[in-house]
């Protein structure tokens, strides 16, 4: 799957990419039940809201295959190669479950200013791609984003280890504030198996999810292989150090997966 | 102003009615002025939240002009006293801040519940009025309504003084999840001047507001004079104990007082 100019040209001005659909629903199935299950038990990987209730699980695609076929999926892995113009790597790799009743905030903050300041990558050459697993509704939390911010630079970023369970570099109200001002926040919302790429500069947060609707959300990240981390100061499981080129699996892995689990199961 | 049929079957059917642009860009501009002035200063009328933020600021009918003429506004009074076949009087009048970035979650909750519990409220003939003071918008931590939830009575509450900085008596997670399998949620988003009825029993709640946008709504409890409290636990600020019938204003006192003010100011 190739970005269109149109996209291409989006992306430049917007800072990011929605894609309804990616994912066909018998696709997201899968992966939203291996999620489901991944979030349950207790391991390092798993990280859990002050409440308990699962908050982020990392480096899924390294103990479910499921996982590691959406980690090489083409329809994630090319637009970025396209993009970079080389090849990727998993730089990252995160469950956000955002539980029912209970998903916490994520503060206003870029993904590339903690990949520079904590894992020393030297240019934003890496970004996410999201997947939905659930319906991403106006009322259960959804990603907002603010448009346009990416062409801002890295920020200046207070280290709010506060707010959550998880440590995020996060930006001060005035600065949102004057971000907002040029062209506000929107927060794509869809059906399960949407997808959004946004920059790695892109200033983004979610609010708590009060609703009993979870709100599941994978978030790839990829970086360009010649732009991989110095730092190490993170576990390899949140900030990989492999940066083996990812060679894309076929378009429909997931659904043979699935065929195949099937038939294993009968 | 009184409700249609179909309003009227709207209300008895899903516990609300939702009444875009109920007051003019001009009026609620001045009642948006006075309640930015009312937040600020220190006074036991005015409620923060934890970060200091305003929260709530209970009574401004008993000390503004202008939020006396809204509590007394045909447009507010009129369609309540269609429904309740009866004078009305004020219960409880509040403007909720919602501020930018600070304002903080109202956990899921029926406000007859606490006006039975707290107050000895006799029947659920008494409800909300809100008039929007600023857009609500999606991302800013609307009021979300579960609609038909009025039609399950007043339901078991626990009594939260914890999750923030006013104590309320909240539903379970159980109980919310079941009341929302029947309708779903829904978060009724518009233009500074709309106006939102609903049932004493509607189930409800809003999330916090991360964004740079205020959301600030005047919430006009206004009770069946038949129907007045019967015990006075809390002070007479929050549940007011002069039952005397609502006189409505005339349809242009807002505007009328606007004109009048600025005349005066020159």
Not at 67 to 74: M, V
Not at 179 to 186: E, H, N, Q, R, S
Request: charged share 25%.
């Amino acid at each position: 799957m190739k970005l269109t100019p149109e996209q291409l040209r989006a992306f430049d001005d917007e800072g990011y990419v929605f894609l309804p659909g990616c994912f066909s629903e018998e696709e997201i199935a899968l992966l939203r039940i291996e999620a489901e299950n991944i979030l349950k038990p207790d391991r390092q990987e798993i990280w859990r809201e002050k409440s308990g209730a699962p908050r982020t699980a990392f480096a899924a695609h390294t103990f479910s295959e499921v996982f590691r076929l959406l980690a090489h999926h083409p329809r994630l892995v090319e637009p970025l190669r396209q993009l970079f113009g080389e090849d990727v790597y998993v730089h990252q790799f995160k469950i956000n479950a955002k539980a029912a009743f209970e998903g916490d905030v994520w503060q206003w903050h870029q993904d590339y200013g903690t990949w520079a300041r904590d894992d020393g990558m030297p240019e934003p050459r890496a970004m996410n791609i999201a997947v939905f697993l659930d319906e991403v509704m106006p009322i259960n939390g959804p990603l907002m984003i603010i448009p346009k911010s990416h062409k801002h630079g890295t920020l200046a970023a207070g280290h709010d280890e506060l707010t959550t369970s998880y440590p995020l570099w996060t930006l001060d109200k005035e600065t949102v504030t004057r971000l907002c001002a040029d062209g506000g926040i929107v927060a794509p919302t869809g059906k399960p198996g949407s997808a959004l790429m946004f920059h790695g500069n892109i200033v983004h947060a979610s609010p708590p999810n009060i609703t009993p609707y979870p709100r599941k959300i994978v978030y790839l990240t990829l970086c360009a292989v010649s732009n991989h981390i110095t730092k190490f100061t993170r576990p390899e499981w949140i900030a990989h150090r492999d940066f083996t080129p990812i060679v894309p699996v076929a378009d429909d892995a997931l659904a043979a997966w699935g065929r195949a689990h099937r038939v294993a199961a009968e």
